[in-house]
């Protein structure tokens, strides 16, 4: 028999009776023991008072239904099942949540039915409950805010799209058009178990001039399709948002950009104060959107938000994605700034042209006025324009004629409505200022959508539509924003004890120089004497 001398040796038994208590296994500077310290969520009561029923078993309470969402952003486990099990194994979580370590979690499924069961308003009131403690520990300033934007996978697969069916027969309407690709004539290659369309997501929307292009884009397609990778086993097809719906989530889109995969995908719409990099607002969109086309939207939540924590908005930044004539002057009209650089294609009118604002017209090289004529929308892009012309009389025996007008017998451009608007904003975009703030944007919002799609679970949304995709979205600008006030306030208190300590030991050394001071002016008082 081996002797161990002083070597322990731990044995695990089971005890029938233990005195264990959760706060004291928690040290005081673990993060949910702070975050519970933190974040009071009881005004959720009377608020969610009104979605449960008078009698059967009590639910999931909304306070902890709120936390185990946080918890699952901020630990990045976007599954529910996943979640539950993950929060019964960790002390520190279960003391946030206000749970024994002997009681049982809610179900999985019990997470996910709640989900459904509260509207958005109470999603953005928790949101706007979190960036009011942001605002009171001084970490947002509201001056300056940065836009931008963020693909985010939906729950749902391209193999399952399916044809959109028109208002006429199907046969017949393939006779007339036939914009589809072989494989749309067969089922689709994982056909959906529910169609939770409805019946105007299932027509086409294209007309008969996109559906045109359409069938010369699939004769090109059938030809390449057989060198692309993959299409031997996929069955690749041309898909588009005009043909095409998916019957598993009918509210996503067809991302469409160049060189990447088309993917259904929502997109998540953010703003960013530029002081701490708090979010402000974000909202999911379809992603078959531009982005110049949310911008309204999201400065008509981020504006009242900002105003009733009593904060100022001054400037507007964003890339080229937000860039409308229509933004620069609703932008306008709200007293922002933009910093918004305009499309390559825009130009303040043709070449050699000199535009005379007095008179509204422009001065051809050979000093001949071209006049406004009117306002009209365009077709294609749906934006207001301006036409201004010179009949042809006025060009008659112009040595530019050629070069000038070249097949046509008049000259005429046409420009944006909102010219003055973009001068005024290429003007700010190409000052000095314009310049720090595309710096500004980029090390602002960039990191911000990183952190949220990589780390906390935004990459990909578990739910099924555009509102419980806005859920998800909104509780992991929450968990984003938490993280900054808790990490802030750590490093104020940090900075705050270093400064005390500074003062204390600098008023001891005071105290103890004075006294050296005065022994010494005593004994040179008893030499004296």
């Not at 808790?486 to 120089?513: E, H, I, P």
Request: aromatic share 10%; proline share 4%; hydrophobic share 30%.
């Amino acid at each position: 028999m081996v002797s161990l001398g002083m070597q322990g040796k731990k044995e695990y038994q089971e005890k029938l009776f233990t005195d264990f208590r959760l706060s004291d296994r928690v040290p005081e500077g673990n993060f949910y023991r702070r975050l519970k310290g933190a974040l009071d969520l009881d005004f959720l009561y009377p608020r969610t008072k009104r979605f449960y029923g008078d009698s059967g078993q009590k639910r999931i309470d909304p306070v902890v239904f709120f936390k185990l969402c946080l918890v699952g952003y901020l630990e990045n486990i976007p599954s529910d099942r996943r979640l539950v099990a993950h929060c019964g194994m960790r002390l520190d979580i279960l003391l946030f949540l206000g749970y024994g370590i002997d009681e049982e979690l809610p179900w999985h499924s019990t997470v996910s039915r709640t989900r459904q069961l509260f509207p958005e308003s109470v999603f953005e009131e928790v949101f706007a409950k979190v960036f009011s403690l942001c605002v009171e520990s001084g970490l947002v300033s509201g001056h300056t805010q940065v836009m931008d934007s963020a693909p985010v996978k939906a729950n749902a697969s391209m193999d399952s799209l399916e044809l959109k069916v028109p208002e006429e027969e199907l046969e017949t309407h393939l006779r007339r058009v036939r914009h589809i690709s072989a494989t749309d004539r067969e089922k689709p290659l994982r056909k959906s178990k529910t169609d939770r369309s409805k019946a105007d997501q299932r027509r086409i929307t294209a007309n008969e001039q996109e559906l045109k292009a359409l069938k010369g884009r699939n004769r090109k397609w059938a030809k390449e399709q057989d060198q692309r990778p993959g299409s031997g086993n996929k069955g690749s097809k041309y898909t588009g948002n005009k043909t095409h719906y998916s019957p598993t989530d009918p509210d996503t889109r067809i991302s469409v950009k160049p060189g990447k995969a088309r993917k259904l995908n929502y997109t998540a719409q953010l703003t960013v104060d530029t002081a701490n990099h708090v979010i402000t607002d974000i909202g999911a969109y379809h992603a078959d959107g531009k982005d110049n086309q949310h911008l309204p939207d999201m400065v008509k939540r981020v504006g009242p938000r900002l105003w009733k924590e009593g904060l100022g908005w001054e400037n507007v930044v964003a890339d080229t994605g937000y860039s409308s004539g229509e933004n620069y002057a609703f932008l306008e009209q709200c007293g922002l700034k933009s910093f918004i650089p305009p499309h390559g294609t825009y130009k303040g009118g043709p070449e050699g042209f000199v535009y005379d604002k007095a008179r509204d017209c422009f001065i051809c090289p050979k000093g001949k006025s071209i006049w406004f004529k009117k306002v009209f929308l365009d077709h294609r892009t749906k934006t207001k324009k301006k036409e201004y012309r010179a009949s042809k009389k006025v060009c008659l025996g112009c040595p530019l004629r050629g070069t000038c007008l070249g097949k046509s017998q008049e000259k005429r451009i046409c420009l944006t409505y909102y010219r003055e608007e973009y001068e005024r904003n290429n003007k700010r975009v190409n000052s000095p200022q314009g310049r720090y703030m595309k710096a500004k944007r980029q090390s602002t919002v960039e990191p911000v959508l990183g952190t949220l799609t990589q780390f906390m679970g935004m990459g990909k949304v578990y739910t099924l539509g555009i509102r419980q995709a806005n859920k998800c979205m909104q509780m992991a600008a929450t968990a984003y924003n938490l993280k900054k006030l808790l990490k802030y306030t750590l490093k104020k208190a940090r900075s705050a004890a270093k400064s005390l300590s500074r003062d204390f030991f600098g008023l001891n050394g005071m105290v103890t120089a004075t006294l050296r001071l005065c022994d010494h002016l005593s004994l040179v008082k008893r030499k004296l004497v």
